[in-house]
T-cell receptor
């Protein structure tokens, strides 16, 4: 079983829809969670960072963490064609310490105009 | 004003050659990383350096040798390149006491 599971998609939704992206993980040591967006042939761009169970909102993006279920989500409201990209969840056990991030394989999201 | 930069952006070379990739960050971070993204887009940590000291060295062939001349730079030298080394290599940086890492644009390595 991989440490982090993420449906690769593609996930195709119409413009304006609410998008839900999810990851599950098996290692209970993971305490810090991130979502990255990666456009084709570009580097991953940090979108959200959270370390506690519950919701964190930033503009159209909401990150949700449920540590008891080992499940994290990213919601995108009022989705735009420019949101079309691959979304990667990432996590780590440390609160610092120069540890590498453990990534999911990414979900390819397509927003249809 | 690029935050994390890498050179070259593309690298095409023959099997058996030796090549280097350079990374620089101007964010004032004290920790830098190398990741490898394979053909299936899976991103995996290779190395991390904090203040020029090697912190993480994942299961990577010893043909790969990172070098950090100072906190702002982390280079990756690869000896005797193999077909399986073809991938996109990303540099990232962060503060050691934070988990948020910032990535460079990647170097696409193709070994023929």
């Amino acid at each position: 079983q991989k440490e982090v599971e993420q449906d690769p998609g593609p996930l195709s939704v119409p413009e304006g829809a609410i998008v839900s992206l999810n990851c599950t993980y098996s290692n209970s040591a993971f305490q810090y969670f991130m979502w990255y967006r990666q456009y084709s042939r570009k580097g991953p761009e940090l979108l959200m960072y959270t370390y506690s169970s519950g919701n964190k909102e930033d503009g159209r993006f909401t990150a949700q963490v449920d540590k008891s279920s080992k499940y994290i989500s990213l919601f995108i409201r009022d989705s735009q064609p420019s949101d079309s990209a691959t979304y990667l969840c990432a996590m780590t056990s440390s609160g610092g310490g120069a540890d590498g991030l453990t990534f999911g394989k990414g979900t390819h999201l397509i927003i249809q105009p | 004003d690029t935050a994390v930069s890498q050179t070259p952006k593309y690298l095409v070379t023959q099997m058996g050659n030796d090549k280097s990739i350079k990374c620089e960050q101007n964010l004032g971070h004290d920790t830098m990383y190398w990741y490898k993204q394979d053909s299936k887009k899976f991103l995996k940590i290779m190395f991390s350096y904090n203040n020029k000291e090697l912190i993480i060295n994942e299961t990577v062939p010893n043909r790969f040798s990172p070098k950090s001349p100072d906190k702002a730079h982390l280079n990756l030298h690869i000896n005797s390149l193999e077909l399986g080394d073809s991938a996109v290599y990303f540099c990232a940086s962060s503060f050691r006491d934070r988990d948020s890492q910032y990535f460079g644009p990647g170097t696409r390595l193709t070994v023929l």
